[in-house]
């Protein structure tokens, strides 16, 4: 149940990130965990475990490490696409 959790947190937070960088739209669920899950470890590594923590995760460290990826990413993709 515990990967369960994490997983849905994980969208969550992927998803939150896609609404506050307006690039949710593109963006699947599965990528949503991936951002998620990936932005809550980038977030946790550069400003620390502090906050609300909800399935292992500090939320607002996360949601901030979330953000910075989806922003890294499409810019990326931007760039590539041209």
Excluded at 3 to 27: C, D, F, P
Aim: glycine share 16%; aromatic share 6%.
């Amino acid at each position: 149940m515990g990967l369960i959790w994490t997983l849905i947190v994980g969208a969550i937070i992927g998803a939150i990130a896609g609404a506050i960088t307006s690039r949710g739209a593109a963006m699947g669920w599965v990528s949503n965990i991936v951002a998620g899950l990936v932005g809550s470890w980038l977030g946790e590594h550069l400003l620390g475990a502090w906050g609300p923590s909800l399935a292992g995760m500090a939320l607002i460290p996360s949601i901030i490490g979330a953000v910075i990826l989806v922003l890294i990413v499409s810019w990326i993709t931007s760039k590539t696409s041209k």
